[in-house]
């Protein structure tokens, strides 16, 4: 317990910025996965995780697991997560060729910590195995 409040507070300027950016996206529907806290809401483009918290506009297992990706991110970076990873990935989505974002640095470290692994084309696959449970929130 005392762990889990530390973890917590360790990452808290991502888990309030989380905790808002919930209030502001329209929720249409919570889901647990992984561990983690998913909202899915129709008025957001992409994903975007803060701590524990995971807003989506996917419900494609290889979005879920990459984001989950960035959560054990959080947890290695702790405060800096914002400034290091936040700042980093936000420039990539605006200056890096679709085709390469999945390339670069913490996007690829995100696939990685995530289980999506790319095949020898360079397709991009997961390898977590879902729980029965799990699977019903993949559309």
Known sequence: MIK???L???QLPQHLLGLFLFVCYRNCGRFKYRGKIYQYSDNIPGAISLGNYIITGSK???TLDHEYGHTVQSKKWGPLYLIIVGITSLYHTQFTP???YYTVWPENEADKLGGVIRDKYGKRKTTYEPTAEER???C
Do not use: A, G, P, T
Request: no cysteine.
């Open 4 to 6: 889990k409040v530390l």
């Open 98 to 100: 679709n085709d390469k």
């Open 136 to 138: 019903e929130i993949f």
């Open 8 to 10: 917590y507070i360790w």
């Open 60 to 62: 494609r297992q290889i």
